[in-house]
C-alpha cells in the first residue's frame, strides 16, 4: 500500500481505500451571491453524516473560500497545496465530526493561476481517492463563471439555491437556463422564506416559468427553509447550527430538504445500475470538451 492510501486507511478507516466506487455529487449553487449556500452546505454535510451517510463538503468557491472560517477550522494546508503539488488529499482533508469531512478550499488570488485544465487534472486525480466518501457536497460560488459551470456540469445532482428576493429569483432562472442544456433534473431550494407558503410561492412562480421555456427540465422542490436568527446567530458565532441545536426548527426543516434530495437519489440509483461514481464523474467532465 503507498504511503497516502496507508495514511487515508489510518484517518478514516479500511473503507477508505476500497475500489468501491460509489461516491455522488452534490453541487450547492445560485444565480445571486449571499443567499445561503454555504450555510446550507456545511449543515447539510453534518446532518447527512448523523444519519451515518460518511459526507464531505468541498469548498468550491474557487478563490473566494470560506467553508473553514464559517466551520471555526484554520487548515494548515488547502486545495491550493494540492494543485500545487505540496499535498496529497489525504493532506488537506478534515475530518470536522464522525462520518463529516471537510476539503478546504482557498481564498485569495494565486488560486486563480491555475484556471486551466491542469487544475482539473489534478484536483480530479486526487478526489478521486475520497471514494470512501457516499456523498461529497460542492459548495460553489454564484453565477455562471468558468470554474463553476464545469463543478455543476460533473455533479451528479445540483441544488440551486434563492431567496424570495426578485433579483435572486431572476438569476436562479438564468442559471437553472444554463444547466438544462446538461441536467434532467434540478433541485430548487428557497432559502430565507418568511414561511413555507412563501417558500411554495416562489417555487411555484420559478416551476410555471421553467415549464413554459425549459420543457425538458424536470424542476424537483427541494422545500424551503425559513429567515431564522438561530441561524445567523450560528454563522456569526461560528458553530454548526444542526449539531448544537438538531431540534431547532431550521435543523428539522432541513432534515426535510434532505430527506426529498437523498429520496429522489437514491431512488435513481436502485432503478437505474449506473457506472460507479467516480467513472460517470470523469465521463461527464470529458463530455464537455
Ligand atoms: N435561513 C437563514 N436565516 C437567516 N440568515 C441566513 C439564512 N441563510 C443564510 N443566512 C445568512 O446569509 C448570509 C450569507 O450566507 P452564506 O454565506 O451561506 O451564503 P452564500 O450563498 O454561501 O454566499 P456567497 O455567494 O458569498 O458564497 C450569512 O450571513 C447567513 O447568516
Ligand atoms: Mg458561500
Redesign the pocket.
Known sequence: MNHQAHKLETLFGEQSVSKKSKTRFIAVT?GK????????SANMCFLMAKRGIKTGVFDA?IG?A?LDVMLGLSPQKTILNLLKGDAEIADIILPIDKNCFLVPGESGNEILKFGDQFMYDRFYSEIEKLDFLDYLIL?T??GIGEHITMFLHAADDVIV?TTPDPAAITDAYAMLKVLSAKKERIFLLV??AQDDLEGERVFERVRKVAAANLPSLKLINAGS?????D??KS?RSRYILSKEAPASR?SMKLEKVIDRILNVMERQMLERKEDSGFNRFFKRLLNQF
Request: proline share 0%; aromatic share 0%.
Open positions: 445560485s451571491g449571499g443567499v445561503g449556500k454555504t450555510t446550507i468557491d473566494l470560506n459548495d460560488g454564484a439555491v432559502n430565507q427553509l425559513q429567515k431564522d436568527n441561524v445567523a454563522i431550521a
